[in-house]
C-alpha cells in the first residue's frame, strides 16, 4: 500500500473516530444522570488519583486522603464540607510536602453521632487525635478553610509545640469575619447558604460560596447535593454549636504562631474584613487578599493559592537557617 493511499485511510478514519469519542461521552453523561452516585464515586476517585492522593482510614473516625512526601502539612475544610475541598490543590503541594486532608467528624465519610460534640474546642480535640495517629510526634503544618480555619487556629493556640505554622484561608473566629451578610441572617433567621434543607438548595448554596466558577461534575453535584440535605438537621446543630464557641479574640490577644493569611475579597460567607482581625492577633504573619475570588481561594485558583503558600513555607525556611547559621556563629 502507498504512503497517499495510507494517508487516505487514516483522514477516513478521523470521523470515525469523533464519532466513537462523541457516543462515549453521550453514554457518559447519560449514565450521570441514570446513576449519579457511583458515577460520583468513580469520578471522585479517578480525581484523587489524578491529583496524587490515595484514601485511608475509611473505618477510623477520620477518614482522609494522604499524597507526598517531606514535611507533614494538614489540611482542614470547613462547614458543610469535606476532604476533597483540598484535592485539586494537592498536585501543587505534594512534590513539596506530604499532604494529609482528614474528614471532620460529622461531615464527608466521617462519623455522624446525633448526639455528639461537634463545637471548634471539641474539633480541636479530634484534630489533635488525627495527628498522634497519623502524624507522628513534632511540630506539623496545618491549614483551613473557614469553620477549618478558626479549627487550627484554635489547635495551635491551644497546642503551640504541635504547630509549626499555620495557612488561614478565609478563616472564621473572629467578630470581623463573622460580620457577613449571610451569619448576620443566620443570627436573625436562623437561615444560612450553608445549611442545605433541599438537594434544590445546593445550587444556591454553591453560587454564594464561589465567585470564580470552577468544574462540578453533575454525578458529583448531584451526589453532594443529596448528602448535604440529609445532613441538614445534624448539620443544623453542628453549626449552633459552632456559632457558640468563642471568638479568638476573646481567648487571645497576641498568637505568636507563624501564618499566612488569604481571603478572597469577593468572600460573601464571611467578611473579608476578617484578614485585617487575624493580622492584629498574629505578630509574625503574612496576608494576602486574592482579587476576584471567593470563599473558597484553594478551589477558585488552586494553582495561585498552592505558589503564595510555597513562597511563605520557603520564607520560613530561610529565616529558619538564619537563625542556625547565627546561633553556630555565636
Known amino acids: 500500500m502507498s504512503v497517499t493511499s495510507l494517508s487516505l485511510a487514516a483522514l477516513l478514519s478521523v470521523p470515525a473516530l469523533l464519532l466513537l469519542l462523541l457516543l462515549l461521552l453521550l453514554l457518559l453523561l447519560a ?3 441514570v446513576a449519579p452516585l457511583p458515577m460520583a464515586r468513580a469520578a471522585m476517585a479517578l480525581e484523587r488519583a489524578r491529583c496524587g492522593l490515595r484514601r485511608h482510614g475509611a473505618h ?27 484535592t485539586r490543590i494537592a498536585p501543587y503541594l505534594t512534590p513539596h510536602y506530604r499532604v494529609l486532608l482528614p474528614d471532620l467528624p460529622g461531615f464527608g465519610e466521617a462519623g455522624r453521632d446525633p448526639q455528639g460534640q461537634y463545637s471548634i474546642s471539641d474539633q480541636v480535640e479530634h484534630l489533635r487525635a488525627f ?11 496545618l491549614g483551613g478553610n473557614s469553620m477549618g480555619g478558626f479549627i487550627v487556629a484554635q489547635f495551635a493556640a491551644r497546642y503551640p509545640e504541635r504547630v509549626a505554622s499555620l495557612w488561614l484561608l478565609d478563616a472564621a473566629g473572629t467578630a470581623a469575619a463573622q460580620d457577613s451578610q449571610a451569619l448576620r441572617g443566620y443570627r436573625d433567621s436562623g437561615a444560612l447558604p450553608l445549611l442545605v434543607r433541599e438537594e434544590a438548595d445546593f445550587s444556591q448554596m454553591l453560587a454564594y ?22 445532613d441538614f438537621g445534624l448539620h443544623e446543630k453542628i453549626m449552633q454549636q459552632v456559632a457558640a464557641s468563642p471568638l479568638l479574640e476573646q481567648q487571645y490577644s497576641t498568637l505568636a504562631t507563624p501564618a499566612l ?40 485558583a488552586p494553582r495561585q493559592c498552592a505558589a503564595d503558600y510555597r513562597a511563605f513555607r520557603l520564607q520560613l525556611a530561610q529565616r529558619g537557617a538564619a537563625a542556625a547559621r547565627l546561633t553556630a556563629s555565636a
Open 60 to 86: 477510623e473516625a477520620m477518614p482522609y486522603l494522604q499524597g507526598g512526601a517531606g514535611e507533614v502539612l494538614v489540611l482542614v475544610h470547613g462547614f458543610g464540607a469535606d476532604k476533597d475541598n483540598f
Open 209 to 230: 460560596s464561589r465567585h470564580r466558577r470552577f468544574f462540578l461534575p453533575y454525578a458529583v453535584r448531584t451526589a453532594l447535593a443529596r448528602r448535604a440535605a440529609a
Open 31 to 33: 449514565a450521570e444522570r
Open 131 to 141: 495527628l498522634e495517629r497519623h502524624a507522628g510526634p513534632g511540630p506539623v503544618h
Open 261 to 300: 493569611i488569604v481571603w478572597g475579597e469577593r468572600d460573601r460567607i464571611l467578611h473579608p474584613a476578617g484578614a485585617a482581625a487575624l493580622a492584629a492577633l498574629y505578630a509574625d504573619h503574612h496576608s494576602i487578599m486574592m482579587a476576584d475570588i471567593g470563599h473558597l481561594p484553594m478551589l477558585e
